[in-house]
Structure formats: structure tokens, C-alpha cells
């Protein structure tokens, strides 16, 4: 497959020094070579919907979802007027026919004549599950275990609290269900259990009690909270990070009031990579890096808690396949480079044989506060960047978009991911009548902007004028509560910048002098009427270098 990236400037799906050149004189491959969602549309004078020169280049097959009707028909045409030569066609086409005819594709039945077609009592069947049960059990880390907390008597009182405790979705990740793994419910995953269901099961068979309180708040003060936390699913570009920090401080702040009543604490740490949560390890009695255990929550209570009769159930196995960082800098570090200085090494791993105390850990990043607070990045490719969220206001109701497509209460706006560069980075705001689009924090806190004004920092928004009619308007604005905030009007200049492609806006922050920078709750509050449409990637803090733009 041909990637997104560019060889010294070259984009892959148009390159046949590597397509060709390499891949097959050089490399001797002999398979077909197929593209990313629309890559050929990136290469210089191409659209999705035409690019001979892809074709030319060495790729057999186009990967072109929602444009392969009209790529269809002009690349037929460019094999008639002799753009492309019939016998790049035919042997692309060879190609594919003849993987597919080696791996006997011509003979083999329809997958509705195999003989297990239809049996859907099989999937999630018993065996299978225990399957992955024992996977995800075999994949935990016990990075923590001071004084030997674990594994735990059944038969306590167990709160359960943190946002990933009874959430599947969190807990496989991205390409689950969707692309990015969100928008997804518990019931959405049938037989498949959440980390709380798993624990529920234990204590209660035990004779204990469990109660779950996202928020760490009880009812009845327990013996030992369960903490239960992580990134939110992503995939691919969605997924990158300028730094290790991981920078939901939610958890942090339950661990900390529960530590603080005198409660031990464990944590279960969902994410796919190592980050940097040290924070969060000296808020901790005991400290699992669960990865995404997938469907099977039961797995992390196998090892969290003794059997009924006080036996150990399961052991940890777990080792790192990777240094768990010591610092956010998401510098190199491999076993075996000089200076190698991790927090965890590579094969570290506890287990209930162990008796080691990790000490109390430095919570010095190495980073900027800003940077660990997200306090600077909003929108990152058409998606909010934790812990803020887009948010559509109409008629005084808000609405969190989740989904690829999200309308508001009563519909006077709606955001939809679109691709610009790639698959669904960027999205469409589209006023039908007077309605809000906000960046806000998901939890109501409020940040610091304040020493940031002071040194010229800029709102940086990259965006794509699509209508604006000449009775709509169009602001931007800012917001410190329900009843504090700043707008500037930028109808006059948005109107300039309509078919005009790509434009990027510096708003300096010193512009919204009605605003309290100390507390910020929303740093984007587009306002607009009906007949706006506007399509954002990326909202974010930058220096304003004396290019900002403050309104009419």
C-alpha cells in the first residue's frame, strides 16, 4: 500500500522511483500496489476523482470510497486518448487477477455457502471469550504495587469511579465499531463486558459491595476506590500528540480527594502507548497500565481480586514491550541508546511475588504547563482535542458533537467531518438559522489565558469560506461563563475570504478587551445565522507576529 507521506518531497501514490523502481527492480515484489482513502488525490494536479498520474506511477488499484464512479469513467477515458498507455492498464490489472487466482479466489465458494454462514449464536460463544479474557489477562502491566495492595479481598466495600470504568468503547479503541471508535454505547457491544461489570461479579459473588460513581463521589466511604481511566479511542492522525502528557486531569483530581479521605486507591490506565502519568502514579496505591483490553472487562478483576476462599485467582504476566517514559518530551528512548534513563525499562513488570515500593516520582514534565493543560490546541484536525469538546448551541440548548454527522436541539446548525486532506479531517459548520458553535471545556473548568494575552498570542484558525450570504453575519468570540465573554463581528472580513480556498486567521487575544483571560471556559464561540457555512481544521494558540486580525 502506498502511503500518505512523501519521499524528499514526493507524494508515495505518485512516486515510481519507489512504486516502481525500488519496490519491484530493486525489492523484486511481484503483488499489486493499492493506495490510502483517496492518497492520489494529494499528488500534484490530481483530484480524487481523476489522477493518471497514480496509474503511471506503479499503482494498480485505487482506494477511492466515495469517488470511484467518476475515477472509474475519466480514467477509462485517459487509457482512450493515451494519458495512460493500455499496457499499464492491462497490467494492473494482471496483477490483481493474478493474486486473486493464486489465492484461489475463482474456486472457492460464496461466503454464504461456507459451512458456518449464518451461525451468529457463535459469535461471542464461550470458548471465544475465554479466549480473549485470558489475552487481555496475560497483556496488563503492574506498574505499582506499594505495601502489596493487590490483589484485593473480594468481600470489601469497592467504590468504582473514572470515566472509563463502565465504558466499552473506551476500553478497545479506535477501528471499533467506527473509524475512531467513538459514538459507541455499551449495548452496542453484545456479551461483551465493561470493567466494572467484571468487578461487579467478583465482589458480589464474594459477599462484597460495589458501588460506581464516575466521579468518585459515594455514598457509603469504601475500603479501596478502582479508578478506572485513559485516552479517548482514536485511529490513525487523530491519534497524534506533540507530547507524552496525558492531560485529562479529571482522574488526577478524583485519585487526589480520595487519597486525601485516607482510601487506597488503584488505578487502571486505558491507552494504547506509554505516556507520561506520574501525576497520577503518586495519587496511587497500585497502578495497572491496562492497554485496551478489548471486550473482556472481566480480565482486569481476574487479577485485581483474590477468590472468595483468599487464593490468588491470576498473577500478573504482563511485561513492557517499550521504556515507559520518565518525562512528556516523547524523545527516543530505547534499551540500549547511552544516557537510557526510562521510569519503567523495557520487560518491567510486578508481580505478587514482588515487594518493591515505587518511590514518590517527580512531576516535573519537562514540558511548558500550557502545553500538558492543552491549553493551547483546540481543534486538531476537525476534531476537538480532550478535554474539549465542540459544542452546538441553539435556542439556549447545547448539543456535544460525537458523531461524524450531529445536528443541534432544534436544528439550527449541524457539524459534519468531511475530508480534506484525509478521511474526515476536517469539518462543516452549517448555520440554518442563528446558532453557536463552541469550543468548550468538557467539564466546565476554566484556564489561564492571561499571561498568554500578555504576550501576544493569537487564536489561530485554519479554515475554508464555503457560503455567506449578504444577510448573514459571522463572529468570533470567547467565553469566561454563562455570563462573561467577549464576540468581534467578522462578517466584513469573512465575506473577502469566500472562494478563496484555505485561509488561515490570527485573532489576537488582546482583541477581546470585555474578556477575563484568567478564566477561560470556551476559547472559540463562532456565532452565525442562516445561509453560513464555513468548514474548520484547526484551532489553536500561536504567536500573533503581527498578522492578527481583530474584526470590523
Not at 213 to 242: H, L, M, T
Request: glycine fraction near 10%; hydrophobic fraction near 40%.
Amino acid at each position: 500500500m502506498a502511503s500518505y507521506n512523501s519521499w524528499h518531497g514526493h507524494k508515495m501514490h505518485g512516486f515510481a522511483p519507489m512504486l516502481t523502481d525500488v519496490l519491484r527492480g530493486r525489492m523484486g515484489f511481484d503483488g499489486f500496489t493499492v493506495g490510502d482513502w483517496n492518497g492520489h488525490g494529494q499528488i500534484e494536479g490530481c483530484e480524487p476523482t481523476d489522477c493518471p498520474a497514480s496509474v503511471n506511477a506503479g499503482l494498480d488499484m485505487f482506494m477511492a470510497p466515495d469517488s470511484w464512479q467518476t475515477l472509474y469513467h475519466n480514467t477509462l477515458a485517459q487509457v482512450k486518448d493515451g494519458r495512460i498507455s493500455e499496457a499499464r492498464l492491462g497490467q494492473a490489472v494482471s496483477r490483481v487477477l493474478r493474486i486473486k487466482a493464486e489465492m484461489g479466489l475463482f474456486e472457492q465458494i460464496t461466503p454464504s455457502a461456507r459451512p458456518l454462514a449464518g451461525r451468529y449464536e457463535l459469535l461471542g460463544a464461550p470458548e471465544h471469550r475465554a479466549v480473549a479474557r485470558e489475552a487481555a489477562r496475560k497483556s496488563l502491566v503492574l506498574l505499582k504495587n506499594n505495601d502489596n495492595l493487590l490483589p484485593l479481598s473480594a468481600s470489601s466495600r469497592v467504590l468504582v469511579a473514572g470515566d472509563g470504568a463502565d465504558n466499552i468503547g473506551k476500553q478497545t479503541g479506535g477501528w471499533t465499531l467506527s473509524w475512531q471508535g467513538t459514538g459507541n454505547s455499551n449495548s452496542d457491544f453484545p456479551n461483551g463486558e465493561s470493567v466494572f461489570d467484571g468487578i461487579r461479579q467478583a465482589v458480589e459473588a464474594a459477599g462484597g459491595s460495589v458501588e460506581l460513581s464516575a466521579n468518585g463521589r459515594y455514598r457509603e466511604k469504601p475500603d479501596v476506590a478502582i479508578v478506572v481511566f485513559g485516552e479517548q479511542p482514536y485511529a490513525e492522525f487523530i491519534g497524534d500528540r506533540s507530547h507524552l502528557a496525558f492531560d485529562d486531569g479529571r482522574a488526577l483530581a478524583i485519585l487526589s480527594e480520595l487519597k486525601a479521605k485516607g482510601i487506597a486507591t488503584v488505578s487502571v490506565f486505558l491507552s494504547g502507548r506509554p505516556l507520561w502519568v506520574n501525576p497520577e502514579l503518586n495519587q496511587s496505591d497500585a497502578f495497572v497500565a491496562a492497554f485496551l483490553p478489548g471486550s473482556e472487562g472481566g480480565a482486569i478483576a481476574d487479577l485485581l481480586f483474590r477468590a472468595a476462599d483468599g487464593t490468588i485467582r491470576h498473577d500478573f504476566r504482563g511485561r513492557l514491550s517499550f521504556s515507559w517514559p520518565d518525562n512528556a518530551k516523547g524523545e527516543p528512548l530505547n534499551l540500549g541508546d547511552v544516557g537510557y534513563a526510562p521510569l519503567f525499562a523495557y520487560d518491567y513488570g510486578l508481580s505478587y511475588d514482588d515487594k518493591l515500593n515505587v518511590p514518590q516520582l517527580s512531576e516535573e514534565s519537562g514540558l511548558d504547563p500550557a502545553q500538558i493543560l492543552n491549553v493551547g490546541r483546540y481543534l486538531y484536525a476537525g476534531k476537538a482535542v480532550r478535554p474539549w469538546q465542540l459544542q452546538l448551541v441553539d435556542r439556549g440548548d447545547m448539543t456535544v458533537v460525537t458523531d461524524a454527522l450531529q445536528h443541534s436541539t432544534h436544528g439550527a446548525i449541524s457539524a459534519e467531518a468531511t475530508d480534506r486532506h484525509q478521511q474526515e479531517d476536517s469539518v462543516v459548520i452549517s448555520f440554518t438559522a442563528d446558532g453557536v458553535l463552541a469550543l468548550a471545556h468538557d467539564t466546565g473548568a476554566t484556564v489561564d489565558l492571561a499571561r498568554l494575552a500578555e504576550g501576544d498570542m493569537a487564536l489561530e484558525i485554519e479554515y475554508q469560506l464555503l457560503s455567506l450570504t449578504d444577510n448573514t453575519s459571522l463572529s468570533i468570540g470567547m467565553a469566561c461563563g454563562s455570563d462573561c465573554g467577549a464576540s468581534l463581528d467578522f462578517t466584513e472580513y469573512f465575506s473577502e475570504q469566500q472562494g478563496r480556498g484555505w485561509q488561515s486567521l490570527k485573532v489576537p487575544l488582546r482583541c477581546f478587551t470585555d474578556m477575563d483571560m484568567t478564566r477561560v471556559t470556551s476559547p472559540l464561540v463562532l456565532q452565525g445565522s442562516a445561509g453560513t457555512v464555513i468548514q474548520l481544521a484547526n484551532v489553536r494558540l500561536a504567536n500573533n507576529e503581527g498578522q492578527g486580525q481583530c474584526g470590523q
